[in-house]
């Protein structure tokens, strides 16, 4: 939306931007400590919630030992999505771990299992990684989205490669995504970090070409835009829709508590203010 408002402003009334992706930012830089962080703000609520905190007490600690548990002793899973009965195989490591709670903040549903699976999976049912990665009812249209993406049946990897090698990673620096890992002091940030190695290696043999300087410029514009931003999203932080609106001189940021990737899908009441 923003390539439309700077290249084919005439026509465009107003905007509405859900968990921006500003083209200046370098977020394959950033992707590891961002998720990290949008993690640890969800334990940290978790701890001064009453009922999570008695449930799941030391939340950060436990997920931390889980990891290195499953460093040492990686597990082959398979599981079955309770609607569809299509099974995923996957090996199951700490940066895998890692990514699934990273992929399950996108979605409210999952989100509020988090808690739970983890402690799952460090009593030892590793199955119920599950709960991450699949809806667990017919009407969760959205979850059904979100366990076809983990299970890659709903994305097209030529076209993500095509996009973000192009637009993206040729404006990002691998050493700098490793540095500000180490200078985050984030224990989790280590563990996301092998998904941003993985898409280095991709766009050295995925020859996609290279976008112009420009789309790593920021957007200016004084066409009024909405700009949503939800608490835990891993991928488009929130951070990223409040440097927008400083370049949308007439735009209005909302940031949704407990929300995730996707605003609109979080409830009624983004819907409504949209």
């Known amino acids: ?17 859900d968990s921006v992706y500003p083209p200046e930012v370098n977020a394959y830089e950033e992707q590891a400590v961002n998720g990290a962080r949008a993690i640890e703000t969800l334990f940290h609520h978790c701890a001064e919630d009453e009922g999570c905190a008695h449930a799941y007490p030391d939340l950060p600690q436990v997920f931390e030992d889980l990891l290195i548990t499953l460093d040492n002793n990686p597990s082959e899973v398979t599981v079955t ?7 995923v195989h996957l090996t199951l490591n700490g940066s895998k771990m890692a990514s699934l709670v990273f992929e399950a903040l996108y979605h409210p549903e999952t989100i509020a299992r988090i808690p739970y699976v983890i402690y799952e999976v460090q009593y030892g049912y590793r199955e119920a990684i599950a709960g991450l990665m699949f ?15 983990s299970s890659g049946a709903f994305t097209s990897e030529g076209l993500f490669f095509s996009i ?7 404006f990002n620096s691998l050493t700098k995504a490793e540095n500000a890992v180490k200078g985050s002091n984030l224990m989790l940030a280590r563990y996301l970090l092998s998904d941003v190695r993985s898409i280095f290696e991709f766009c050295q043999i995925w020859d996609s070409g290279a976008a112009p300087e420009i789309e790593n410029q920021p957007v200016t514009s004084d066409i009024p835009a909405l700009i949503l931003a939800g608490e835990y999203d891993p991928l488009t932080p929130p951070t990223w829709g409040e440097q927008v609106a400083q370049s949308l001189t007439n735009s209005y940021y909302y940031l949704f508590p407990a929300a995730g990737h996707a605003v609109i899908d979080s409830g009624e009441c983004p819907s409504l203010l949209i």
């Not at 939306?1 to 931007?17: A, E």
């Not at 999505?81 to 099974?87: K, M, Y």
């Not at 809806?135 to 366990?147: A, N, R, T, V």
């Open 164 to 170: 973000e090698c192009n637009e993206e990673v040729r």
């Open 1 to 17: 939306v923003l390539t439309i408002l700077r290249d084919h402003p005439q026509g465009i009334r107003s905007v509405i931007l």
């Open 135 to 149: 809806p667990q009812s017919k009407e969760d249209h959205l979850g059904l989205i979100q366990s076809q993406i």
């Open 81 to 87: 999505s309770p609607l569809s009965g299509d099974e």
